[in-house]
C-alpha cells in the first residue's frame, strides 16, 4: 500500500526561530507559523480562524532561516509531519509539527536585509547542544 507525507503552508512566524545544534554539530532550528483561513457563514458574518503550525528545519537550511526570518516573516514550506512523544512531569505528551524540506522565504529584500543585520546582533550559541532533541519540543 502506497502513502503521502506531505504537507505545504504559507504563513507568519509566530516569534524568532530558535536555532540549536545537536551533539554532532548538525543545525536545527524551530518556528512556529500561523496560517490564517476567512469565509463566511450561512448567515453572511466573516468568520477567521487561525492554526499554530510548529516547523523544524535542519542543516544548512536551518541556519539560514535563523538569519533571515524573524517574528512576522512571510515563508512558504514543504515537508512532512511528524508527531514527537515526550515525557514532562511524569506525563506522557505529544507535539505534532511539520518537518521542513523546503523553506521559502517570502519577504522583500529590504526585508531580508534588516533580517539578516538583526541576526549579526543575535546571539550565536557558545557551545553544541547536548542531549536528544527528538525530546524537545519545540
Known amino acids: 500500500m502506497a502513502s503521502l507525507n506531505r504537507a505545504m503552508i504559507?504563513?507568519?512566524?509566530?516569534?524568532?526561530?530558535?536555532?540549536?545544534?545537536?551533539?554532532?554539530?548538525?543545525?536545527v532550528c524551530g518556528f512556529s507559523v500561523a496560517v490564517h483561513e476567512a469565509w463566511r457563514d450561512k448567515e453572511g458574518a466573516k468568520q477567521e480562524s487561525v492554526e499554530w503550525v510548529n516547523v523544524t528545519v535542519w542543516n544548512k537550511q536551518a541556519e539560514n532561516c535563523a538569519k533571515y526570518l524573524k517574528k512576522g516573516s512571510s515563508v512558504y514550506l514543504e515537508g512532512s509531519i511528524k508527531t514527537d512523544c515526550y515525557e514532562k512531569n511524569g506525563e506522557k505528551r505529544y507535539s505534532t509539527k511539520i518537518v521542513a524540506r523546503d523553506v521559502k522565504f517570502l519577504n522583500s529584500k529590504a526585508e531580508h536585509s534588516q533580517g539578516q543585520a538583526n541576526a549579526r546582533q543575535a546571539r550565536k550559541p557558545d557551545s553544541v547542544e547536548t542531549g536528544n532533541l527528538e525530546d524537545i519540543p519545540f
Open 10 to 27: 504559507m504563513g507568519n512566524l509566530g516569534k524568532d526561530p530558535e536555532l540549536k545544534y545537536t551533539q554532532s554539530g548538525v543545525a
